[in-house]
């Protein structure tokens, strides 16, 4: 076994994907101080005098409560080298949960404990199915009233169709949370809340004798529902959760730092390892062979003070050493790789070199592009990560007309992150081009960077259509004439993108031309 390959596996790389409001933010936090990589935990929504989310940096998530932009956290733990992408919080911003899920091995999807499976956690879960990474399940917020624990297994079962395996099971309903059942060692672990609750919490190991005696009642029924378990089967099975047929599934509170040491421990455990991934010919690359390399997320401006554009790579194959020279597939250009860190939030350490599985933040990557391959040696080129169906379509104009120069720069930039899909047409020209976003509120962060980056306020108008569809250019012409629709060119790619304003206006359009090319983007749930 070469080094690459023992290196590889024990990279554990994954995301934690849920509702907005489940706990997200304050998971990571908990996760990272299990792992020693910061002293005290944060939180979104935590009292005064503490501190918020390391990785929430950008004033409107600071403001709104929310994670809008991605960051990569590495930490060890046992041995184990953990990559933890974090992804963006709100429904909005699925498109770029969507890249950065591109970039993992398994996801952990985290339930609060009395809504269940809501609809952002289940739209998050199928772009899983889609992609087939395994899903590890965490019912978060145990500590508060909520549903029983047997009813969120049957409800996971029938909206994902994976059969859940408790690896852990809670001692207390919720809201009285003591503890859990550790069913890998057949182990009751009580936990107790530090002052604060941004300290680890303390985890008491107790025999079944000192359960019944301390616990009592709420002990009994956890014992029993345990054994239920067990006859019915629902024990955890490796093949079937890498093969995405099963989800483990563990409780706890992030908040109060329950359960997450045991869900780390799941990780080392059962959180499968980078595996070669196929390039655009579907051959898997070997772990082992030169360097390759994924980018699923450019970010800039991260940093204030330094006004930097930063790739997110995901390491595929090969050993990265900072300094190297790589191939920019896209253009055949040399890259060159002097400034490599690892980034989370606005903080930063520089990586000398990484493995199969590890993230590498590209710093001043003003060529890279979401869905760009880098590589050393022998040409490979991986799949390229489509773009969602916009459904928000908005013009916006420079409201100074000197700073133009600006205004262009700054929805370039905005493009070139994937912000927003950028749309142009001849009749509309460059003064006003039109985005298109998943949601809403991908505008709002469009006018605040402009604004606090690029100094340039603009303002923006809502167009009256909802639905856009893939044509070619035959197609075009015949669509610009129908009423309630206006074909555009999507800058970043030259697709030919057709507006709509309902589904209805392309169905009767479809009826009257028949032969037209209308396709689909991806995560479109419509006809």
């Not at 998050?124 to 047997?150: Q, Y």
């Not at 000192?210 to 019915?232: H, P």
């Not at 980018?295 to 006004?307: C, E, G, I, L, T």
């Not at 250009?333 to 590890?358: L, M």
Request: proline share 6%; glycine share 8%.
């Amino acid at each position: 076994m070469t080094a690459i390959i023992q290196e590889a596996a024990r990279r554990r790389t994954f995301a934690v994907i849920s509702h907005p409001d489940a706990g997200k933010s304050t998971m990571t936090e908990a996760l990272a101080l299990h792992a020693s990589a910061i002293t005290e935990a944060g939180a979104v929504h935590g009292k005064a005098g503490r501190r918020g989310v390391t990785s929430d940096w950008m004033d409107m998530e600071k403001a709104r409560g929310i994670s809008i932009t991605s960051a990569a956290l590495r930490f060890e733990y046992r041995g184990h080298m953990f990559n933890l992408v974090d992804t963006p919080g709100h429904a909005d911003f699925s498109e770029d949960t969507y890249r950065v899920l591109a970039a993992v091995d398994c996801a952990v999807m985290l339930l609060d404990a009395a809504k269940g499976m809501e609809p952002q956690t289940l739209k998050l879960f199928e772009v899983c199915r889609h992609r087939r990474i395994p899903v590890i399940t965490f019912v978060n917020k145990w500590d508060r009233p909520g549903r029983e624990a047997l009813e969120l297994l049957d409800e996971i079962q029938e909206k994902t169709g994976l059969r859940p395996t408790p690896i852990t099971w809670p001692i207390g309903t919720g809201g009285f949370f003591h503890g859990v059942v550790d069913r890998v060692v057949d182990q009751a672990v009580r936990y107790t809340r530090t002052p604060g609750g941004a300290t680890k919490a303390i985890e008491t190991e107790l025999t079944p004798e000192q359960a019944l005696t301390e616990i009592g009642e709420d002990w009994e029924r956890a014992k029993d529902e345990v054994d239920l378990l067990s006859a019915i089967g629902s024990d955890h099975d490796q093949k079937a959760f890498e093969a995405h047929e099963s989800t483990p599934v563990l409780f706890g509170a992030a908040l109060n730092n329950f359960g997450v040491g045991r869900l780390l421990d799941a990780m080392v455990d059962i959180a499968p390892a980078p595996a070669p991934r196929p390039d655009v010919k579907d051959d898997p690359r070997p772990l082992d062979r030169p360097f390759s390399g994924l980018v699923f997320k450019v970010q800039a401006n991260m940093d204030p003070s330094h006004r930097d554009r930063i790739a997110f790579v995901r390491v595929c194959s090969g050993r990265f050493e900072r300094g190297m020279v790589l191939t920019h597939a896209a253009t055949g250009r040399p890259f060159a790789t002097k400034y490599a860190q690892s980034v989370f939030g606005q903080e930063r350490a520089t990586i000398d070199e990484a493995f199969p599985g590890d993230v590498v933040g590209l710093v001043n990557a003003t060529a890279l592009r979401p869905g760009d391959t880098l590589y050393d040696g022998s040409a490979v080129e991986f799949p390229r990560i489509p773009s969602f169906a916009p459904e928000h379509f908005w013009t916006a104009r420079c409201r100074d007309s000197s700073r133009a120069k600006q205004f262009r720069k700054g929805i370039e930039q905005m493009e070139a992150e994937g912000v927003v899909q950028v749309l142009r047409s001849e009749i509309r020209g460059d003064q006003s081009p039109v985005l298109a976003a998943v949601g809403p509120m991908q505008f709002d962060v469009v006018k605040h960077r402009l604004a606090g980056e690029f100094n340039t306020e603009i303002a923006m108008d809502r167009l009256d259509f909802s639905l856009a569809r893939i044509t070619d250019a035959e197609s075009a012409p015949v669509l610009a004439r129908q009423r309630g629709v206006e074909v555009f060119t999507r800058a970043i790619d030259g697709e030919l993108l057709a507006l709509f304003t309902d589904e209805w206006r392309m169905r009767g359009v479809l009826r009257d031309h028949p032969g037209l090319v209308l396709k689909a983007l991806l995560a479109d749930t419509r006809g």
